[in-house]
């Protein structure tokens, strides 16, 4: 079983929020919160040709907004594989579904349920396919969130340096 109860707060974002750790927080401050080497992690070895394509896509995305850390070679590695087996994945269904309707057509019947996706989660190889498709898009979720790529997490996560600085632009909101 993971961990229970909403993410911690990190130690940066609580001490701008006027927490100190003392005894009437419930959690002291992380005296020792790692700080890893920000920069673009290189390709992994042996990383499949639509996960670099991915891969891509991300840091060009990531990069700018100064997120990214060398060890973040490997997490983001296992996210773009995902997502290419996804992709995949939902590539295979719309293929399954093309020849589910064909098949159909071709025997002069109606699908069972009136649509190839009703007739596909009749079947138990259509259920297994459908909850695996399920199943990676939530670990991809919570993959996504780990680098701030859903729009809840993205205030979690803490750039080494971005386009404007967020107190720069709280200064120029207050002057104006």
Not at 55 to 77: R, T
Not at 92 to 101: N, Y
Not at 150 to 168: F, I, K, L, W, Y
Request: charged share 20%.
């Amino acid at each position: 079983m993971g961990l229970r109860g909403p993410q911690a707060t990190p130690t940066a974002l609580r001490l701008l929020e006027g927490g100190n750790g003392s005894a009437i927080s419930h959690r002291s401050l992380n005296k020792h919160e790692p700080v890893y080497r920000s920069g673009v992690p290189r390709h992994p070895k042996g990383l499949s040709k639509a996960a670099a394509g991915v891969w891509d896509d991300l840091v060009a995305e990531m990069e700018p907004a100064g997120v990214l850390c060398f060890v973040h070679q490997l997490p983001l590695a296992q996210l773009c594989e995902d997502q290419a087996m996804l992709n995949e994945s939902l590539v295979a269904l719309g293929k399954l579904r093309k020849q589910l309707v064909a098949k159909a057509k071709k025997a002069e019947q109606e699908l069972p349920g009136g649509s190839a996706l009703l007739s596909l989660m009749q079947s138990a190889a259509g259920r297994r396919m459908l909850n695996s498709i399920k199943d990676l898009k939530t670990h991809i979720v919570v993959q996504r969130r780990e680098f701030g790529l859903t729009p809840a997490s993205n205030c979690r996560v803490q750039s080494s340096g971005s386009a404007v600085d967020p107190e720069d632009a709280i200064d120029l909101a207050l002057l104006a």
